[in-house]
């Protein structure tokens, strides 16, 4: 069964960076979209960052983090990243990746059905 693992995140300085990875187990890693979703402290709700459709070279990213975050793959280790730059308070959450088959739609939490633990990003102020 698909299994997703996380490692990265920490606390930073806002402008500063960080980069978070997310590994794909027991799913092929051709033809699936793969995202990042972050909740806020307090937030119930999942927020959609990034789509990135692993047959295709073309991410899409949510306006508040364009040109600020970049996602990359390496389909060897079957890994996504996300380089999050210019980081802001506000970026504070915890940050999920997600994976389903096929290609990616919007960035809808309940269209995805397997979730990576969560990797926790402080940014200060």
């Known amino acids: 069964q698909a299994q997703l693992e996380q490692s990265g995140g920490g606390s930073v300085q806002a402008g500063g960076s960080l980069r978070l990875s997310c590994a794909l187990s027991?799913?092929?890693?051709?033809?699936?979209?793969m995202a990042w979703f972050r909740q806020a402290p307090g937030e119930r709700r999942r927020e959609g960052v990034a789509?990135?459709?692993?047959?295709?070279?073309?991410?899409r990213y949510v306006d508040s983090v364009k040109g600020r975050f970049a996602i990359s793959q390496d389909s060897a280790k079957k890994t996504l990243y996300l380089e999050m730059t210019t980081l802001k308070p506000e970026d504070s959450a915890m940050y999920y990746c997600?994976?389903?088959?096929?290609?990616?739609?919007?960035?809808?939490?309940?269209?995805?059905?397997?979730w990576g633990q969560g990797a926790l990003v402080t940014v200060s102020s």
């Open positions: 997600a994976v389903r088959v096929g290609r990616c739609g919007g960035l809808r939490a309940d269209s995805f059905g397997v």
């Open positions: 789509n990135f459709y692993t047959s295709e070279n073309t991410p």
């Open positions: 027991g799913l092929t890693f051709s033809g699936v979209c």
